[in-house]
């Protein structure tokens, strides 16, 4: 069907460069006409089609202007209000520019034509003429440049003492967040201790002593799966498995180099403890400032909600920052957009992989009272850790080696079931 | 120099097309890669699109053409639509835009232009033409090796591009890229110092540097714009490459991806974007500036007009190219980059829109009271300041850091640079084409054709790209597989459709134009050697190409490019070889 299908597009394609040949050589030859010889009526016809080209181009761009115009619903965020404010601004003045600019552009083409009785107008230069139309978008830049980077600054100032912090930890493909605990202070994090119950590299005097347990069960696993291939293995195979093994136990004294310290009276060690780490969805108290700290683990990703117009990109090895103030609750906004299911939403906005495009976590803005009510259900990192702990015990990979003589990992569960 | 005109010794099939060493021929060669780089480029994207406007929705017809790897029951797969992203990207922005436009037009004006026998360096010229085909075949390779090609957008950012473990594309097919790149460096250094050299060492009697027409001066400043931020690519690239097999850590710190923590610290994936976009935003101007030269003297030898304001025109062009290299920092306002040298990009980016704002204005100006002819190139030039100013004054809101926030890296972007320098460079290059077809291969292209070209490309590429921003005000960020996971996307849902249609019906415009382009090749009407009666050198050497441009003696200049409808004269043109008349002013 399909091959009978492409037959008749490609019969179908001959006859259409047949009769594109005949067009050509018709006009070419039958008028004895130069190609280079525009006649009176080509002149006419495209300017004719300059000016109703212009119309439609207009008239597109109203429609779409009043059907879409409105692209978002309204800044949830205060800062937010001062972005939408000038873009407005913004927006107005290139869109006179774009009117006035293409109105020209299209206009004189259909008024100069081309007629064989007169003559252009010799017109080389005109010192004012340019001084105008230097002067002029030099001073409508500086208002934009200044007003732009008054709101710039504002944003991206220093956020305040009492903000709250929340850090954001991306990796291929979801958001977890994490609150500092009662102490106010967020655990010392290290991305050697990453593991399956220890999704954030939490430092704790348990995690380290977990992880390097963990690292030995695999370097132990890893030399069992040699030794009993090395006989039928291929080389590379073999090669892998022991560059493994070496990458595994120089891991290991990795985590010897990390480091306890004191801040603000408390042992980073112990600081993790209470840290509260929610997936699936973070919530925010309303009115109040945030400042979110993100953080990667692999690739460089970007932390993107549209609502609140706040974006920031989130990149391995160097934390960064954004702050803002919540000003409209979850329950506000599904009024306001007249729809029940409405939800505030992160999403990565900087290309990570196959799964970049679902890429997300909720977000949740609410009252004060509510937000503490729904922090206090959330587990601490220490209670949590021992909970996993009981329900999946220390994952064992020796089990993998039996079918499995890739090198072993303890996450590929995991990564597999992110996908 | 003078004798070379006059040794005519056989050529052999091999030296006259293949390595050939005759500027005229290298510049069809570009033209005819090019092209056929652009017909992939098209095709990749109207793949992308389809997915994009019929979500989820399975074409049969894909799943027999592409194969189960790229397109399993008819959809495309999600790695498959990163790679063609990818590719898309680099193949226009590279191989399109760059080769081939400065490539066929640098090369075909430059020595005709100026009065030259040919380039300073035939042989390096002809090196960058082969530079630039085996980087195109390499970056073609790519499409089909295990993994796939490159995946990670245009810009390649690592750590994603930097390691196997993050994507598929991350492997062979980056080592490609990477490797390719590095080919095509090479290929625009040893044509860029070329025509830096020849521009400013062969200009023959006369061609004092006010009198070079716009297309050469737009050129030099290309090509300088190419020689000094190209190499910084290829540190940028050789440094990713090392990163990527020898273990070391440039760009890369403190990454647990594969179940692995890896033993890489201290690097910086923010260095990676300093470097390539202190190639990446000159490369803007490299792709736009040439079409803006064409566009001048087509503009003005078609209005019957002088160009206005020739010195302006100098200026904003040496200014633009200046500015280029202190705004690369606009691209990286959401990296946690200090907002304090965030401003100073905001400050300098923004400076851009004076000199390109006189350029438009000027180009107004020539239309009017001019006279004009509306040949197809004339259209496309039409076209092309348009969509410049179009597409520039969108750069202004993404330029402005606090608004760049809420629309960076969705199709807001997309839209702003598929317009300005898309579709702008585009223009410029098809408007060239048809200007100078009759010089490069002494036929005329149908005139008809070239209208219906020009009519149906122009609204089906505004029909792409004006209602691509309502999609990116909306929030819908680009490189996206699909938007259906987030439900306050689905509003833009028709527009995309109204989009991948519209971008359907422009590639198969393009067919038309590919039709005239290769049917007038070999059957076109003869051309005549001034057929638009033009003024300046290319149109005084015979219609059949001599090696040496010239048969006798190289002309002299007497006068500047475009004195059209200069009152002092009857015709309403004056090639530049007319001595002045007693008591007329030279400009």
């Known amino acids: 069907m399909f091959k009978l299908l492409i037959l008749l597009v490609i019969i179908l394609g001959v006859i259409a460069v047949l009769q594109l040949a005949r067009v050509y050589d018709l006009t070419a030859s039958l008028r004895k006409k130069r190609e280079e010889e525009i006649s009176y009526a080509d002149n006419k016809l495209n300017a004719f089609l300059m000016l109703s080209f212009m119309v439609v181009f207009f008239v597109s761009f109203i429609w779409l202007l009043i059907n879409y115009g409105d692209y978002l619903p309204p800044a949830a965020s205060a800062h937010g209000e001062g972005v939408d404010t000038l873009m407005h601004i913004n927006m107005v003045i290139i869109i006179i520019v774009f009117f006035v600019v293409n109105f020209l552009l299209f206009y004189f083409p259909y008024k100069y034509y081309y007629r064989k009785d007169r003559k252009a107008t010799f017109l080389a230069h005109d010192n004012k003429l340019e001084l105008i139309w230097t002067v002029i978008p030099t001073i409508v830049l500086a208002f934009i440049i200044i007003y732009g980077l008054a709101t710039w600054q504002e944003i991206t100032g220093e956020a305040s003492e009492d903000a709250l912090q929340v850090e954001l930890y991306s990796k291929q493909f979801d958001w977890t967040a994490r609150y500092s605990g009662d102490n106010g202070k967020f655990g010392h994090s290290d991305y050697n201790l990453i593991s399956g119950t220890n999704p954030l590299g939490i430092v704790t005097a348990e995690s380290i002593e977990e992880k390097a ?175 996993e702990e009981e329900a999946a015990p220390v994952e064992t990979p020796a089990e993998n080696t039996e079918e499995n003589t890739e090198p072993i990992s303890s996450e590929t569960a995991d990564q597999s079931a992110s996908l | 120099m003078g004798g070379h005109a006059n040794h005519h010794h056989e050529e052999s099939f091999i030296s006259k097309f293949v390595f050939s060493q005759d500027h005229k021929m290298i510049s069809k060669q570009f033209l005819i890669t090019a092209i056929v780089m652009g017909i992939v480029a098209v095709m990749l994207s109207v793949l992308f699109r389809l997915q994009l406007g019929w979500d989820g929705e399975s074409f049969k017809m894909l799943n027999f053409f592409l194969g189960d790897k790229w397109a399993p029951e008819g959809i495309l797969d999600r790695n498959a639509y990163l790679a063609l992203v990818t590719i898309h990207g680099t193949i226009m922005v590279f191989f399109v835009l760059t080769g081939g436009l400065s490539g066929t037009f640098a090369n075909l004006l430059i020595p005709l232009q100026i009065g030259a026998r040919d380039m300073a360096s035939g042989f390096l010229n002809m090196l960058s033409y082969w530079f630039f085909f085996v980087s195109s075949v390499i970056m073609l390779a790519s499409l089909f090796v295990e993994g796939g090609a490159a995946s990670g957008g245009w810009t390649v950012y690592p750590p994603l591009s930097a390691l196997p473990q993050a994507m598929p594309g991350s492997g062979l097919g980056m080592n490609l890229w990477l490797i390719s790149m590095v080919l095509f460096v090479a290929s625009s250094l040893l044509g860029g110092l070329n025509y830096v050299v020849t521009i400013v060492n062969l200009r023959t009697t006369g061609m004092r540097m006010t009198r070079l027409p716009l297309t050469i001066w737009a050129l030099l400043v290309t090509a300088i714009l190419g020689v000094l931020s190209f190499p910084v690519l290829v540190s940028c690239v050789v440094l990713l490459i090392m990163d990527r097999t020898m273990g070391t850590a440039f760009y890369l710190s403190d990454i647990y991806i594969g179940g692995e923590a890896l033993d890489v610290t201290g690097g910086s994936p923010i260095l990676f974007q300093h470097l390539f976009w202190f190639l990446g935003h000159p490369e803007v101007y490299i792709v736009i500036l040439p079409a803006l030269g064409i566009s001048s003297e087509i503009i003005s030898t078609n209005s019957r007009k002088p160009i206005f304001g020739y010195r302006a025109m100098v200026g904003s062009l040496l200014a633009i190219g200046f500015l280029s290299f202190i705004v690369w920092g606009h691209h990286m306002f959401l990296t946690g980059m200090s907002p304090f040298l965030g401003s100073v990009f905001v400050f300098t980016t923004l400076l851009i829109a004076i000199p390109s704002a006189v350029k438009a204005f000027n180009y107004i100006t020539t239309l009017w009271k001019g006279n004009i002819r509306f040949t197809p190139a004339m259209l496309f030039s039409i076209g092309l300041v348009s969509t410049f100013v179009t597409g520039g004054l969108t750069g202004i809101i993404l330029a402005d850091s606090a608004l760049d926030i809420n629309v960076h890296d969705t199709y807001f972007v997309v839209a702003h640079f598929h317009v300005v320098m898309g579709m702008s460079a585009i223009f410029g290059m098809l408007a060239g084409v048809y200007h100078w077809f009759p010089k490069m291969f002494g036929k005329m292209l149908n005139t008809k054709l070239g209208y219906a070209h020009f009519w149906l490309t122009i609204v089906s590429g505004y029909g792409v790209f004006l209602p691509m921003h309502f999609v990116g005000m909306a929030g819908s960020p680009r490189r996206y597989y699909s938007n259906s996971e987030f439900e306050f996307l689905h509003w833009v849902t028709d527009l995309n459709t ?65 004195d059209y409808s200069n009152p002092e004269h009857e015709d309403d043109f004056v090639p530049q070889t007319v001595p002045l008349k007693e008591g007329e002013v030279a400009h």
Not at chain 1, 269 to 282: H, L, N, Q, S, T
Not at chain 1, 334 to 352: A, E, G, M, Q, S
Request: net charge negative; glycine share 6%.
């Open chain 1, 213 to 387: 347990a963990e690292l030995e069960a695999e370097i132990e696993a890893n030399r069992a799966a040699l030794e009993e291939g090395r006989d039928y293995l291929p080389a590379g195979k073999v090669e892998a498995i022991e560059d493994k093994i070496a990458r595994l136990i120089r891991h290991k004294s990795r985590l010897l180099e990390i480091d306890q310290y004191e801040s603000g009276g408390i042992n980073a060690w112990e600081a993790g403890d209470d840290d509260r780490i929610v997936k699936g969805e973070f919530h925010l108290p309303v009115g109040r400032e945030v400042e979110f700290i993100f953080r990667s683990r692999d690739v460089i990703h970007s932390a993107y909600m549209p609502h609140f117009r706040a974006q920031m990109n989130s990149v391995p090895g160097i934390p960064t920052r954004f702050k803002m103030v919540p000003t409209i609750t979850t329950d506000s906004m599904r009024t306001i957009v007249n729809n029940p299911d409405f939800d505030y939403v992160l999403l990565c906005n900087k290309v990570c992989g196959a799964a970049h495009f679902n890429m997300q976590i909720k977000v949740v803005i609410e009252s004060e009272e509510k937000y503490n009510a729904w922090l206090s259900e959330q587990k601490t990192f220490l209670a949590k850790e021992a909970a």
């Open chain 2, 498 to 562: 109204l989009i991948s249609t519209f971008a359907i019906i422009g590639a198969i415009s393009q067919l038309i134009f590919l039709f005239n382009f290769f049917y007038s090749v070999f059957r076109g009407q003869k051309a005549t050697a001034n057929p638009w009666l033009s003024n300046t050198l290319e149109w005084t050497t015979p219609v059949e190409h001599i090696h040496g441009n010239w048969p006798g003696a190289l002309p002299e200049v007497h006068r500047w490019a475009y």
